[in-house]
């Protein structure tokens, strides 16, 4: 592979400058992604391997970053379990069978793997025209996020119902975590074997929860998850926002890098993981919003911050929000790209 930055810096290896690469990178804030969505549903772009291709490029052709994400979506795991998905503008993603009863749990499958075939073709198409120049990043929800929305029955503000099946029904809560978990590893395995370089999981919500209940029935699952990956050079990262907490848990579960969330020094968290634990993060989304001077300014006081730190992955702190000008994403990344330790 031509550019290894971000393998290498996912395994502490030093780099010559941190690589970069954005959560939410193959999206809305691109001109060019909207010229494809005009035409296609969303779920209709996941699941053409070529369309998906050409969303996972665009960034890379566009933007130049050091790493591709596979363009896809955390919740295809609880379609292909019988979850029944749309996403709709300005909506969201929506399950219109929310799972709300033992009977729902227990008619959920979980030999369905077959049903995400659609995600091998479409990294195999990928790899094909990334023709080994950068690596491409696979992933999956995490079985608590992914829960959070079968149960909703689509986005939430405060996990009301999630809440209450994990607080009155532990047991019903494990069963449903723990059938997600087995077709997570089923998914990643399945991306793994297809031909991703990497892959991330993402507990977006995680921060919902109290210590104990992460611990229980976030952690444990990835712990599990993680430890059954098919994997030799294919790093894992851990994603959720609240990993400025849950983070020195989320080490236990022995990913090779934590992506961590704004509201922590980044060299501090670092210093309290084990060494051979690599970060990504950590700028609040919002800087990409500001003038550009403040941009570079932000870039480059993170950069001083973790001077001499190896295994450091640029990223923001969560997802590029789709209002956010495409001249600043691409500005923010030839600044990363100029800069040199
Ligand atoms: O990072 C990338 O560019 C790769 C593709 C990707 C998407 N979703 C495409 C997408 C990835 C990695 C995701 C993950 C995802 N999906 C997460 C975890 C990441 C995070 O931000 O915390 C979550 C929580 C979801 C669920 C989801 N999918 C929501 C809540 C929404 C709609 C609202 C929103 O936040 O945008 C989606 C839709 C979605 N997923 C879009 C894209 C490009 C927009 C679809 C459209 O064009 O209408």
Redesign the pocket.
């Known amino acids: 592979m031509t550019n290894t930055l971000l393998l290498d810096a996912a395994f502490s290896i030093e780099t010559p400058r941190p690589p970069v690469w954005f959560?939410?990178?193959?999206?809305?804030f691109m001109p060019q992604y909207w010229e494809i969505?005009n035409k296609y549903s969303?779920l209709e772009m996941c699941k053409t391997p070529e369309i998906a291709a050409d969303v996972t490029m665009l960034p890379v052709d566009l933007l130049g970053i050091d790493a591709a994400?596979?363009?896809?979506?955390?919740?295809v795991t609880g379609e292909a379990m019988g979850g029944d998905l749309s996403?709709t503008?300005g909506v969201?993603?929506k399950f219109a069978n929310p799972i709300r009863t033992a009977a729902d749990i227990e008619a959920l499958e979980t030999n369905c793997i077959h049903k995400l075939q659609y995600v091998a073709d479409a990294i195999k198409v990928i790899q094909q025209r990334l023709n080994k120049s950068i690596p491409l990043i696979g992933?999956a929800?995490a079985p608590f996020?992914v829960m959070s929305?079968l149960v909703e029955g689509g986005?939430s503000k405060d996990f009301k119902l999630t809440k209450l099946l994990i607080h009155n029904q532990p047991q019903l809560a494990h069963r449903l975590l723990a059938k997600i978990a087995k077709v997570t590893i089923d998914y990643l395995n399945l991306q793994i074997a297809a031909g991703v370089n990497a892959v991330q999981l993402?507990d977006?919500?995680a921060l919902a929860l109290s210590w104990d209940d992460y611990n229980e029935f976030s952690h444990r699952y990835n712990v599990e998850i993680i430890a059954a990956l098919n994997r030799t050079n294919v790093p894992v990262i851990s994603f959720c926002?609240g990993s400025s907490v849950f983070a020195p848990l989320m080490a236990e579960a022995k990913p090779d890098v934590i992506s961590i969330d704004w509201n922590v020094d980044l060299k501090d968290i670092k210093s309290r993981l084990p060494h051979n634990i690599a970060v990504q993060g950590n700028l609040d989304p919002h800087i990409l919003y500001a003038d550009k001077a403040v941009i570079k300014d932000r870039i480059h006081r993170l950069f001083e911050r973790m001077r001499g730190e190896k295994g450091f992955i640029f990223n923001l702190g969560?997802?590029i929000m789709?209002d956010i000008p495409f001249d600043n994403v691409k500005y923010a990344i030839d600044v990363v790209k100029e800069f040199r330790y």
């Open positions: 959560m939410r990178q193959a999206g809305r969505k969303f994400i596979l363009f896809s979506d955390i919740l996403f503008q969201g993603p992933f929800g996020t929305y986005s993402f977006s919500w926002k969560h997802g789709p």
